[in-house]
Nanobody, 128 residues
Framework: QVQLTESGGGLVQAGGSLKLSCAIS????????MGWFRQAPGKEREFIAA????????YYADSVLGRFTISRDNAKSTVSLQMNRLKPEDTAVYYC?????????????????????WGQGTQVTVSS
């Protein structure tokens, strides 16, 4: 059974940086895309970033483009999200998501409530 475990969240001042990690275990698929989403209080879960099976293609939400970087290490079965120049509006619970297959497009197009494989989330709080 696939298990995704996020880590690296915490409290940071505006303008600071954090790096989130997602460890993947029990994965039966040799090829899989990964994504990051976040959910702020009272809001729906929103897409942040996605990466294809080999890291050759990435995509970002406009709200984080140029500040966040998604990467993956298939040998270690991990996916990371480097977050720079953080803003108070980045405060949310951050989740990683796995999509079997080569393409990250299903992750990019994912609607709230969709997706089968999620981590438990890690809290990121950015103070002003």
């Amino acid at each position: 059974q696939v298990q995704l475990t996020e880590s690296g969240g915490g409290l940071v001042q505006a303008g600071g940086s954090l790096k989130l990690s997602c460890a993947i275990s029990g994965n039966p698929w040799s090829s899989y895309a990964m994504g990051w989403f976040r959910q702020a209080p009272g809001k729906e879960r929103e897409f942040i970033a996605a990466i294809n099976w080999n890291g050759g293609s990435t995509y970002y939400a406009d709200s984080v483009l140029g500040r966040f970087t998604i990467s993956r290490d298939n040998a270690k079965s991990t996916v990371s999200l480097q977050m720079n120049r953080l803003k108070p509006e980045d405060t949310a619970v951050y989740y990683c998501n796995l999509e079997p297959g080569f393409s990250e497009v299903p992750i990019i197009q994912r609607k709230p409530g969709e997706g089968d494989y999620w981590g438990q989330g890690t809290q990121v709080t950015v103070s002003s």
